[in-house]
């Protein structure tokens, strides 16, 4: 099946800093799709994108469909940023693949 | 719009033990999936309804896992008998359908295997 690798897999961030997480799938996708599970295991949609560039608030998001990599932009991070950012992808065969996660820590 | 509803939200059973969740999905959306999450890892696809029928269950441990969609909007999830290692936060999922839309989850069901 398809692979998804994250990276980093651990993030710690001082309130206020920026930061870019990067997903690389390894084959080519329908669509990918960036979560966020807060402490408390809830997982919260943040963008749908198969390809393009995506912003809300201050959070945004860009996949380069062609190479195979999709990259998610924390700025000004806050401590209600916690948690954990899975990158989701979805094959031909429409199954959604998730990777691993990147473990984000906002100190205030 | 309400979201995917899931209950209960904790479960704790001793192995052997048989144990339900229900999902109930947002309005209108036909595609229902249950995934499985083990502490640590990313949602695992355990199996994926369109409307009443099973799109995919390839990953469904079927000597002991079961679902349904009788009615084509509610499901439900069965283990039994339990396992030590089905100790996971099981969660439910829907989306308008089952290609090219996104999916929107519910808050799971946490299960704790004594």
Known sequence: GIQV?????DL????????????NFSDSVNNLQWFHQNPWGQLINLFYIPSGTKQNGRLSATTVATERYSLLYISSSQTTDS?????AVEP???????GAGTTVTVRA | EAGVAQSPRYKIIEKRQSV???????SGHATLYWYQQILGQGPKLLIQFQNNGVVDDSQLPKDRFSAERLKGVDSTLKI????????AVYLCASSL????????FGDGTRLSIL
Not at chain 1, 5 to 9: A, G, H, N, R, V
Not at chain 1, 92 to 98: G, I, R
Request: glycine content about 4%.
């Open chain 1, 92 to 98: 031909h065969d429409y199954k959604l693949s998730f």
């Open chain 1, 5 to 9: 690798e994250q990276s980093p897999p």
């Open chain 1, 12 to 23: 710690i961030l001082q309130e206020g800093a920026n930061s870019t997480l990067r997903c």
């Open chain 2, 80 to 87: 039994q008998p339990a396992k030590l290692e089905d100790s």
């Open chain 2, 20 to 26: 339900a969740f229900w999902c109930n999905p947002i």
């Open chain 2, 97 to 104: 359908s089952f290609n090219n839309q996104p999916q929107h």
């Open chain 1, 83 to 87: 948690g954990v950012y899975f990158c």
